[in-house]
């Protein structure tokens, strides 16, 4: 079980728990498309937690490695990115809107998506393991997963429009990758 506590090995703990973050994402993504969202969010927010446990292992046991970079950049693509979106455009997207609208909405959908990829590869060309730093620069894509969350419930409560939902997806989009300064946690 050496393994485990091994940075060199590519199924060491930190690195098991991104993959249950993966699958995690995958089961919320089925069952967005079987229109199962409570349980569908339940997968995605455990994703998150996830997320969170991964990088605390990782910097526990000094796991840290150049795989492992990547590995949670692929999860958090899946998880805080096209789930999210997945999730928004088929509870809200697909319900309400049609024609012109729904093409116009594809195309948020297809930005964000190309947005938070870009940060997720940017970041990785200048992430070195095992080294954190004191600020993002632009918005994380966990936070713009919480943002489209909220978006969502916001909606559900009679908050936002779907018109306003697809304005608020265009500007979050933008702040993935600008010069924003978000403090790390």
């Not at 959908?109 to 095992?130: P, T």
């Not at 697809?166 to 702040?175: H, N, P, V």
Request: aromatic share 16%.
């Amino acid at each position: 079980m050496k393994f485990l506590y091994s940075s060199n090995s590519h199924f060491n703990l930190a690195n098991l728990i991104t993959f249950s973050n993966i699958a995690a994402g995958l089961i919320a993504t089925y069952l967005i498309s079987q229109n199962i969202f409570l349980w569908a969010a339940v997968f995605a927010w455990m994703g998150g937690a996830f997320d969170i446990m991964d990088g605390k292992v990782a910097r526990k046991y000094n796991l840290s490695s150049e795989f492992g970079i990547q590995l949670d950049s692929f999860a958090d693509f899946l998880s805080f990115v096209l789930v999210p979106v997945f999730f928004i455009f088929q509870a809200i997207y697909l319900a309400n809107l049609s024609g012109f609208w729904l093409f116009i909405a594809g195309i948020v959908s297809i930005c964000y998506v190309i947005s938070g990829l870009r940060r997720l590869i940017e970041f990785n060309i200048n992430a070195d393991a095992g080294e954190v730093e004191k600020f993002f620069t632009g918005v994380p894509t966990p936070l713009g997963a919480i943002l489209l969350w909220v978006f969502y419930l916001g909606n559900l409560a009679g908050l936002f429009t779907t018109t306003s939902i697809i304005i608020l997806m265009i500007i979050t989009a933008w702040s993935l990758n600008s010069k924003i300064k978000i403090p790390h946690p």
